[in-house]
Nanobody
Framework: QVQLVESGGGSVQAGGSLRLSCAIS???????MGWFRQAPGKEREFVAS????????SYSDSVKGRFAISRDHASNTIALQMNNLKSEDTAIYYC?????????????????WGQGTQVTVSS
């Protein structure tokens, strides 16, 4: 069973930056990875995805141009660099491993999930 552990969440003022990391317990070299988030009272939504070798990424329209997803096979981690944060980015952020090697925005394509890390952006 693959375990995913997120870190790097916290509180920041609007316009600030945070970098989330996700440590993966076992190799996922052939799997795409993704980040999702869930705000209070809302459904979980897609944020970003990266393919198996890191040369293709996908973003939701709400974060495109502000967030960047990356992966490092050597350390078996993925990261989400979040810049120019807005109050609407406040949510619990989850790391997930996909069943497929290509990027996907569909949460049903992901089979392993972390416990989440809280991001709070104050205006």
């Amino acid at each position: 069973q693959v375990q995913l552990v997120e870190s790097g969440g916290g509180s920041v003022q609007a316009g600030g930056s945070l970098r989330l990391s996700c440590a993966i317990s076992r190799g996922t070299f052939t799997s795409a990875m993704g980040w999702f988030r869930q705000a209070p009272g809302k459904e979980r939504e897609f944020v970003a995805s990266i393919n198996w070798n890191g040369d293709s990424t996908s973003y939701s329209d709400s974060v495109k141009g502000r967030f960047a997803i990356s992966r490092d096979h050597a350390s078996n981690t993925i990261a989400l660099q979040m810049n120019n944060l807005k109050s609407e980015d406040t949510a619990i952020y989850y790391c997930a491993r996909a069943y497929t090697p290509t990027t996907t925005q569909n949460s049903h394509d992901y089979g392993s999930w972390g416990q989440g890390t809280q991001v709070t952006v104050s205006s």
